[in-house]
């Protein structure tokens, strides 16, 4: 039948997308890092436990689990960029040639870029002003409670790694972008 679908084959196509080996390896680290969301849930479960069926709350369990809950998120960018699943407006993309697409993403790339810059500029300073004292010393900012990890400096430097592989993966795409050649036959599927 010519409506038959070979599921293996669509599943093996998720990584389509892919563009680079920068971004095979942040695709990859994906599926290592979706246990961090089990993680904090089973931590949840242990704090609701103890607090309603042993009265006894712990102190550590809403910090440990807003960091990681953060950290995942923080993550997802570079993930979502990997894996060309950032959203996007479709309509005029779709309506252009091979060789107008291959336009707007380097237009896209270098707007891109410069807009990465600007984070990692401000991601530096967060960062500095997180691990550092005003006179220089490493000091970890922490969050102030009684337990007081360090999780506020580790989320702003993870802000700053994240948006730093960002500009990279997009420098990655501006030049696979400007070698790719327009003139041979679409290879993805609905491209003309």
């Not at 891109?112 to 970890?140: D, N």
């Not at 969050?143 to 948006?163: D, E, H, Q």
Request: proline share 4%; hydrophobic share 50%; with cysteine.
């Amino acid at each position: 039948m010519a409506d038959d679908v070979d599921i293996a084959a669509v599943a093996d196509d998720g990584d389509a997308e892919i563009r680079t080996g920068l971004d095979r390896v942040v695709s990859g680290s994906s599926k290592i890092l979706a246990w961090a969301i089990f993680l904090a849930f089973g931590i949840t479960v242990y704090e609701v436990i103890s607090r309603y069926v042993f009265d006894s709350p712990t102190f550590w369990a809403h910090e440990t689990t807003t960091f990681l809950i953060a950290a995942i998120f923080l993550v997802g960018g570079p993930i979502a960029l990997a894996r060309d699943k950032h959203i996007r407006v479709r309509m005029i993309y779709d309506a252009v040639s091979p060789k107008g697409r291959r336009i707007l993403d380097i237009v896209n790339s270098i707007i891109a870029m410069v807009f990465f810059a600007g984070l990692a500029y401000a991601g530096w300073i967060m960062s500095w002003k997180a691990t550092h004292s005003p006179t220089g010393e490493i000091r970890f900012e922490g969050t102030g409670t009684s337990w007081n990890p360090p999780t506020p400096a580790l989320l702003k430097m993870l802000v700053l790694v994240c948006v730093a592989l960002m500009f990279v993966q997009t420098f990655l795409h501006l030049i696979a972008a400007i070698r790719r050649d327009v003139s041979a036959p679409a290879n993805r599927a609905g491209e003309k």
